[in-house]
């Protein structure tokens, strides 16, 4: 006996959108969020904030909250002392959005429509484990990491109970200048190098002096043995020598190895002249050795920072998006989908040679993964991109169709042919995280 197979599926296109009148619609009833893989845990941002002081709080992808002081009430109105938990949960990708399982549907003009993302985030708060409220008058400022520069987007807020999006203003992309900074400090890192600091042997011919130094106030000079003073030119070191001085000191000129002068006085005169540190052979020699150990070890040290600088580079978002809430909820910067050149079909999906049911509900990522919209039935696909299918399989594995395949439903359907099949491929491993689903998109 067959078993029956019944799935959510995942459209991996860049533009699909299909008014009331030409495709079957999820139930408009079905829940505002409705996670497809309720087994995948999500990354969320836990914050623990003292309530009478506020704070600003930085997170990796670039996004930064500002909560003002006195910002929370519990349920009967009264203002919040005691530590207070934040949550933050972010979606920019189609992995994060499809993973959350919130809405993306939007009522334009009597129509429905889909929406594509320039950022979503959901907060929430508690104190003691009881649910809190943003004080009336407050605002939580929201600098939220976006992916795109464009300005047309507006700012949402999802009706929970009606499983509505409603709009609360524009936004305006600014670029985020923690990311340029680092990126700043990057280049600068990558053209730095550790500067040799070892003094020059005497020149032949030349006046050294055994001069005494404060290392007190020159420790730079401490680990130099048999350190001595080298005259700069031939005319200074006859006018130094000619004469009987009282006093001595040496006295830097700048940060260098070599920036130094001599001050010499009698009861006559003051005599400045410019020195330079000078050792012996052997120390130089010591001394090279063990700059070359010091330069492997700093270039070591280097590169890990270089790594580590760049990963957090990569995770963050080049722009940001200046918002205000003055609840609890989900938001979402957002604008409807467009496309050029949509395409319907409406194949047979198998999988192992069995025919999907029909019920079967599926998902679709249009616009570089910014979208995600859920469907029942038909598909339309903007041939000017790229698009493929991703199944979630009742075990957790999943299936999916690749562009080709697609391409090809279409072109056979364009020939008059119905009843267009595809055979779907399986993965070998259940999704178990994000990182997973990110990788089956990112082969597909």
Same mark, same amino acid.
């Given at each position: 006996?067959?078993?029956?197979?019944?799935?959510?599926?995942?459209?991996?296109?860049?533009?699909?959108?299909?008014?009331?009148?030409?495709?079957?619609?999820?139930?408009?009833?079905?829940?505002?969020?409705?996670?497809?893989?309720?087994?995948?845990?999500?990354?969320?941002?836990?914050?623990?904030?003292?309530?009478?002081?506020?704070?600003?709080?930085?997170?990796?992808?670039?996004?930064?909250?500002?909560?003002?002081?006195?910002?929370?009430?519990?349920?009967?109105?009264?203002?919040?002392?005691?530590?207070?938990?934040?949550?933050?949960?972010?979606?920019?990708?189609?992995?994060?959005?499809?993973?959350?399982?919130?809405?993306?549907?939007?009522?334009?003009?009597?129509?429905?429509?889909?929406?594509?993302?320039?950022?979503?985030?959901?907060?929430?708060?508690?104190?003691?484990?009881?649910?809190?409220?943003?004080?009336?008058?407050?605002?939580?400022?929201?600098?939220?990491?976006?992916?795109?520069?464009?300005?047309?987007?507006?700012?949402?807020?999802?009706?929970?109970?009606?499983?509505?999006?409603?709009?609360?203003?524009?936004?305006?992309?600014?670029?985020?200048?923690?990311?340029?900074?680092?990126?700043?400090?990057?280049?600068?890192?990558?053209?730095?190098?550790?500067?040799?600091?070892?003094?020059?042997?005497?020149?032949?011919?030349?006046?050294?002096?055994?001069?005494?130094?404060?290392?007190?106030?020159?420790?730079?000079?401490?680990?130099?043995?048999?350190?001595?003073?080298?005259?700069?030119?031939?005319?200074?070191?006859?006018?130094?020598?000619?004469?009987?001085?009282?006093?001595?000191?040496?006295?830097?000129?700048?940060?260098?190895?070599?920036?130094?002068?001599?001050?010499?006085?009698?009861?006559?005169?003051?005599?400045?002249?410019?020195?330079?540190?000078?050792?012996?052979?052997?120390?130089?020699?010591?001394?090279?050795?063990?700059?070359?150990?010091?330069?492997?070890?700093?270039?070591?040290?280097?590169?890990?920072?270089?790594?580590? &600088?760049?990963?957090?580079?990569? @995770?963050?978002?080049?722009?940001?998006? =200046?918002? %205000?809430? #003055?609840?609890?909820? /989900?938001? !979402?910067?957002?604008?409807?989908?467009?496309?050029?050149?949509?395409? &319907?079909?409406?194949?047979?999906? @198998?999988?192992?040679?069995?025919?999907? =049911?029909? %019920?079967? #509900?599926?998902?679709? /990522?249009? !616009?570089?993964?910014?979208?995600?919209?859920?469907?029942?039935?038909?598909?339309?696909?903007?041939?000017?991109?790229?698009?493929?299918?991703?199944?979630?399989?009742?075990?957790?594995?999943?299936?999916?169709?690749?562009?080709?395949?697609?391409?090809?439903?279409?072109?056979?359907?364009?020939?008059?042919?119905?009843?267009?099949?595809?055979?779907?491929?399986?993965?070998?491993?259940?999704?178990?995280?994000?990182?997973?689903?990110?990788?089956?998109?990112?082969?597909?």
């Amino acid at each position: 006996m067959k078993t029956q197979i019944v799935i959510g599926c995942l459209l991996v296109a860049s533009v699909l959108n299909v008014g009331c009148d030409s495709r079957q619609l999820v139930n408009q009833q079905e829940k505002a969020v409705n996670r497809p893989l309720k087994e995948v845990e999500t990354p969320i941002h836990v914050l623990q904030v003292d309530p009478t002081k506020g704070g600003e709080f930085h997170f990796k992808t670039g996004t930064v909250l500002q909560i003002p002081e006195h910002a929370f009430v519990d349920k009967n109105g009264q203002t919040i002392k005691d530590p207070v938990v934040i949550e933050l949960e972010e979606f920019h990708s189609a992995s994060d959005i499809f993973l959350s399982g919130i809405t993306m549907h939007y009522e334009q003009n009597g129509e429905d429509e889909s929406f594509e993302s320039a950022g979503m985030f959901r907060i929430d708060g508690s104190c003691n484990g009881q649910e809190i409220e943003v004080a009336q008058g407050k605002t939580i400022g929201v600098q939220l990491a976006s992916a795109t520069k464009d300005n047309n987007y507006d700012f949402f807020q999802l009706n929970e109970k009606t499983a509505k999006w409603e709009r609360l203003s524009s936004t305006f992309a600014t670029e985020n200048q923690t990311k340029k900074a680092l990126s700043d400090s990057i280049q600068q890192a990558v053209k730095s190098t550790l500067k040799s600091t070892i003094p020059d042997l005497p020149e032949k011919g030349a006046l050294v002096l055994d001069i005494d130094v404060d290392y007190r106030k020159y420790p730079q000079l401490r680990d130099f043995y048999g350190l001595a003073w080298q005259v700069e030119s031939s005319e200074n070191a006859k006018e130094i020598s000619d004469v009987q001085w009282d006093y001595s000191s040496l006295v830097s000129t700048g940060s260098g190895i070599n920036d130094f002068k001599l001050r010499l006085s009698n009861n006559s005169v003051i005599k400045e002249v410019k020195v330079q540190p000078v050792i012996s052979r052997e120390e130089r020699a010591r001394l090279e050795k063990e700059y070359a150990k010091a330069r492997v070890e700093v270039e070591k040290a280097k590169s890990i920072a270089l790594e580590n &600088a760049n990963n957090e580079y990569n @995770k963050m978002y080049e722009f940001q998006r =200046n918002l %205000s809430v #003055n609840g609890f909820g /989900i938001y !979402n910067c957002d604008r409807v989908i467009q496309y050029e050149q949509p395409v &319907a079909i409406q194949p047979i999906y @198998k999988v192992n040679g069995e025919v999907l =049911n029909n %019920s079967t #509900n599926y998902y679709l /990522i249009s !616009n570089d993964n910014s979208a995600v919209s859920q469907y029942g039935n038909a598909i339309k696909l903007d041939l000017n991109r790229k698009n493929s299918l991703l199944f979630v399989l009742p075990d957790g594995k999943v299936a999916y169709a690749t562009n080709e395949q697609l391409n090809e439903v279409v072109e056979q359907t364009r020939k008059g042919k119905d009843n267009q099949s595809i055979d779907l491929k399986t993965s070998l491993q259940p999704i178990k995280s994000p990182e997973d689903l990110k990788a089956i998109l990112n082969r597909i």
